[in-house]
Structure formats: C-alpha cells, structure tokens
DNA sequence: CTGAAAGCGCTTACAG
DNA sequence: CTGAAAGCGCTTACAG
C-alpha cells in the first residue's frame, strides 16, 4: 500500500492541488465546501504530507540540531525534554548529534546548516575549538547558532544560561551562614566557561565576606564523579582542613562525598558539601545534596522558542540575544553548621 | 552568499548535473579527468549537497527516529551514543521522540515514518498502548521498527535485548554462592516485559535452588529511586527480613539503599543489595553497587546495525530478527555474605 | 564514459 | 475563491 500524495487527494476531492494545499495549510482562505470536500478526500486516502517534498520547496527542513559534548552526560536529559517539547508543538523535529563526534569524523559543523538537514542549532557545549567556533561565526547562518548553558566568551551568539555568579554567591553565602570560615571549591573544566564563571565569583565572593583563601583550597576538577574522588584525597591530605566545600557540580560533589566515605569521613559531620545544578539524584544521595537548582526543561524550553524565533523570523532586530534565567538554593542534608 | 547547487558545479567543472552527481556517489564509473575536475569546482563553489532534494529523489529521509519513554532517564544515554555513532558513520541523522510525547499531543508514531521524516524507527519502550502497537504492527512498515533492550510480547518485531533471564539466575547465584538463602527481590513495573521477564526468572531460579520464597519478600516497584525507597520501608517492616534483595534496576537498589541508610541500617553489613544494568553511577554509589552489568552502548550500535540492513536491504528474509546480547556480574561492595 | 530529460511531491506567485 | 504552471535540487534509467 503506497502513501498517497496531493494528487491523489486532489483527484478525490475534484480540486486542484493547490486547493488541497492551500486547505491545508491555510484553511481560511478557501471556501467551507471545499474544505469539507478536501477533508472527506483525505481522510478516505489516509493522506499524510511528505516532508521530503516540503521541504525542498519551502527550502526549510523543519528540524533542529542539538550539539552535546557528550550524550551520556544525565544533565542534559531536562533540557533535550524541554526542546523536545517546543519543537514538537511547531511541527519541529530534534535532530542529535555530540560535538565529540562530529569532530572525530571530520565532519563541519556548519554542514547541517548548509545542508538542509537542520534550520538551526542549539549547542550545549562552549567547549568547541577555536577555529570551529570562527567557521560558526563567519557563516551566514550565525544567526540560526545558539548556545545553551554554556557559552563562547568572545562571539556573539544569542544564548541562554542560567546564573552563573549569583547561584555562587548564593553558595558560599549558605556555607557562610551556617559558621564556615573556611571555605574550598573544586572547580569544573579550568577551561570551560562555567568552570571559570562559577570560580571566579568564588574567589570574588570570599574576598567580599573577608574570608582566608589558601591556594590548596582551590582543587581543578572537571565535573566528573572522578574528579570528585580526586579532590577528596588532596581534602584529606591537607593540614588545614576546610570545613566546607563548594563543588561547581553535583556530580563532583557525589563523587567527593563518595571517596571521604570510603576513608571514614561523614558528610556533614566532617565536612559540608555542596553542589551546583541539581540533578535529579541530588535528591535521592547520601546524603540528600544541597545544591543550587537550575531549571534545566525551562532552559531546553527557552533556548528553543528563541532559535525558532530567529528561523522564523529572521534578520528580525529586536530579538532577544541572551537570557539568564534564575537559580534557586536547595538546602538538604549534605550541609550544616561546623 | 547563496549555498551553490549541483547545477553551479556543473557549469564550473563544465559538465552535465548527471556526471556531477554520479562523480559525488559512484565515483568510479567517471573518468580520471573528469573526476578530478568536478572535484575541483566541488571545492572552487564550497558545495553541500541539499538533502531535502536528495531524500525528495531517493524516497529516503537518511535519518531513524529513536523512541524514548522517557529523555529523563540516564540509562538511555549510552545506548543513544551507540545508536548515533553507527547512524553518523551512515550518513543517518538521529530524530528523538518520547513516547509520552507523541501519546500527549495525539501524533501517531506510523507517521514519522509515512511523513518521509523518518526511514525507520528504534523503539526503547516496550509498555505502548495496545492500539498503538497494533497500528504499528499492521503498517506496510513495520519492518522498520525495531524494539531495544524492552520489547512487545505479541509481536513481531525485530529486537535487541540483554539476556535479562540469565541476568537474574547469575545475581540469585551470586547472592547464593555468598550464603544467602533468605533472598528478596524488588520487580520493575509489573506492565512491563523487563520486569515480568526477571521476576519470573528471579521465582524459577529460587525454585530451582530450592530456596524458600515468602510471598511478602516479592516487592512491587517500577525502576525507580523512589520505588526503592518505598521496598526499603516495606523490609524494615518485615518480621522476618531477608538478608539479601535483588533488585530489578540500579536505580532502585540505589532508593532501597538511601532509605535504610537514612533508618541506620548498613548494607551490606545489615542486608546484601545488587541492582540491574550497571549504569555510570553504580560504581560511585555509597557502597558500589554490585550488578549486572549491560553493554548499553553495543545495545544501541547493534540495533541501529540491523536497523539499516531493513533500510538499505528491505524484504531480504535473512536478517537478523532478534539479537540478544550478554550480561556479565559486577561484584562490588554492597553485597558480602550474610 | 557522458548528457538530455523526466520526475520525486510539494508550494506559491500569478491570473482569472 | 480556484487552477495552471513553474520550480525547489537532486538522481537515474535511457540512449548514445
């Protein structure tokens, strides 16, 4: 049984396919007889349109593109959820791919644009490398190029993030409140926008509240677990312990919290922990992890209303080049006075 | 800057569109010069090929829709990279859906792939609505769809699965072979084919040892971390308590484990605990969970493998109809004998 | 080995 | 309000 096309609905209907067309997509302009008609024929032929022939002659491909660094990451399962959901509702397909990948294959970025198969894409990585992120930016299709959650420092994308500086100092603020006087942070990627970010309003908002900061206090991580462990064992080889320390994300922090476990450390007793992003299983940890909560679907949501803004609507001036959407402090058990 | 067509090529390299085009896909029925020079004036234009039209000529979206119940879920992450490495190297995009999301907005998933939007789909949801399965099953291109790791009991599909039964004989053994004999087990969702296939495997496997099994140390749960904790409430309540549980997902042993962590039982000092499927974090978890591990990533590459031999090969009768790929035991920390 | 020509299934000015 | 016709950018028998 072949799928039937225009034609065949046009034959039906006894209409020209520009009628059938024109019912469809804009049924206001055709008279309520004809509709009916062409309505009856498509229901009788179990008519579906072919998305290959629309987009060839709209010269769009009705799908985005979602770059992520790395698909297995679990915080990233939000924000696809929150995209998915926007694009679904326009008629929008999401198309996946890992930018670990497309460099592994030698495959451009920029292709998919030229390509037809995405009008537009949504990257999830600021990590991209430098002559990339200037192939992006020289192409004409710049406009259709949006970064979520992280960002590239000095290109002019639109993009959507969360607070990055105030979700730290709300951080610290906590630990500060609670008596902490000595405060660590393990750091995400030191090259890496929100490991930088989030570092930096760090070091700025100890220096506000007055408060000592040894350079040991400072551990790079990468927003690993294992990264997590490491730091754990340079906290327990100090002399001059902390007693509270900030983890630029959960999963560095569970990863930090696991290791002092397993050499007898207790979390809070010992030590007070705490994240950034609140992932799902912030929740359910040993214990429950304060974290800064980021609305990642909200994210995913956002970041794709503004890129079909821009497809829709291109060259559009007042379109909204960023958005920083806010952050909330999650207390749970992982923290407390020393 | 317009993108060039094959037309622009051919004008350059002085040619028919045809020998450009056969000079792009079968490279050796043109002559040496001839190829040389369109490859040139590939490169003097800066062509892409627009897929739109390709996929318009050859009936072919060049992409596969892949079904998820749920974005959420961190243990799909792996089997999508193994589903996308295989499709990249295709030249296949990768579409995502969740299941939930087509039902809410009342799309009907043989669309997809009478839209032209999709060449076939891989289904990692083995709980769809009866109505739909059977609408599936009757469509011209069922041969298209293939379930992964969960699949539907009546019918036909192709499928990729993990040896759940022999999983669940291995843990039971394994808590066995530690001295247990007083075994629990916490199921996944009783609707769903994962769940009843190891909780039947798990009542068989006691029997066949001739363990005791009372009706109360089956607990219903559904993968989840907070199912895990209610089984967790549940055990403490018990008069006589099993001294180990194995439970269906990881995510549930991880619940199970909070809960009796937050009422002051050890495990596996109190009680010995093992999950299903091995995700990333079993590993870091307080104490590393001991499982059954799955090769989420050689599930995905797999299915999208015998996949593409229905795409590029339709009606060869010799394929592949059902794979299922083995488990292996992960002993960690959270099982000891008793 | 190469080219002329048809056609994939739509949409959209244009004319009436 | 409706239809005839062109055309989006490819691929592929067919003929030479």
Redesign the interface.
Known sequence: ?K?STLQDVARVANVSTATVSRTLSNPVVVSESTRRRVADAVKATGY??????R??RT?R?H?VLVLLPD????FF??I??GI??VL??QGY??????TQ?VHD?G?RLI?YL????ADGMIVLDGGLETDVVEMLAAA?QAERILFACEWVEDANFPSVRCQNRTGTRIAVNHLYGLGHTKIAHITGPIDNVLGQTRKEAFVEELADLGLELKPEWIMTGDFT?AAG?LAAQEWIAMNDRPTAVFCASDQLA??F??EL??HDFKVPDHVSVMGFDDI??AE???PPLTSIRQDRMMIGETAAKMLLARIVTPNEENLERATVLPVSLVIRESTSPP
Chains 1, 2 share one sequence.
């Open positions: 049984m799928t579906r349109i072919n998305h290959a022939a987009n060839l010269q491909a799908s698909l297995a990451n679990p399962s939000a696809l959820e998915s959901r679904a509702r397909s999401m198309l996946i791919a890992s990948h294959s495959e292709d030229d390509d037809a198969r004409s677990l462990c569970m990863g919290i696991a476990s397993r799902d299983l359910q940890f040993i």
